[in-house]
């Protein structure tokens, strides 16, 4: 979608709006990432200051619990959490994996810190970079999913909040942490 129609589609006269305050869809999709990741930075730093570098649950906490803060509750939708799984596929933006920009520290040092755990859990280097992506897309979808059933609810019954966080911390630990199946030891399928 260019910037003229997402103007558009925002209800604005003037459709070159966007391009005039943000330059780029690329600067549009960093504005509303940082207007967001700010506070979820600043937090994600504090938990991260108190753990050891191969505290694998610790560091999972440190993904899960600030970002959750960006969930909405009912009433009071949230979307961004979808939004960010959307922005990770416009390249160039901080959401593909980018940690470049100051507000993008305490995941730069997460990541970071990530891959000293997986090596304390036995994970082989090679295997480590794969982790990543799983355990962040699965934590990322997770929480976009809840988003979207808060927004349903009461339709949709929801398990209370802290239940909900704690089976995705126990969940992407356990991603993060799996044994690794050598590819020669695979059953092969026919």
Avoid: C
Avoid at 12 to 20: L, S
Avoid at 141 to 160: G, V
Avoid at 167 to 178: C, F, L, R, S, T
Wanted: glycine share 6%.
């Amino acid at each position: 979608m260019s910037l003229r129609e997402i103007g558009a589609e925002a209800g604005q006269r003037n459709t070159g709006a966007a391009r005039y305050h943000f330059g780029s869809k690329e600067g549009l999709v960093a504005a509303v990432l940082e207007h967001r990741m700010v506070p979820v930075n600043e937090h994600r730093l504090t938990l991260l200051a108190d753990l050891a570098d191969d505290d694998l649950r610790g560091l999972t906490e440190a993904f899960v619990y600030p970002l959750s803060e960006q969930l909405g509750d009912v009433g009071r939708p949230s979307w961004y959490l979808r939004f960010v799984l959307q922005a990770a596929f416009v390249q160039g933006s901080p959401a593909s994996g980018t940690f470049t920009e100051p507000w993008t520290r305490g995941m730069k040092e997460l990541r970071d810190r990530f891959e000293s755990a997986l090596a304390a859990a036995g994970v082989p280097p090679a295997a480590r970079p794969d982790r990543w992506t799983l355990f962040a897309g699965f934590v990322t979808h997770a929480l976009a999913d809840r988003e979207q059933a808060i927004q349903q609810a009461p339709e949709r019954p929801l398990t209370p909040r802290a239940a909900f966080l704690a089976h995705v911390v126990d969940a992407a630990v356990a991603i993060a942490a799996a044994p690794v199946t050598h590819v020669n030891q695979q059953r092969r399928l026919a």
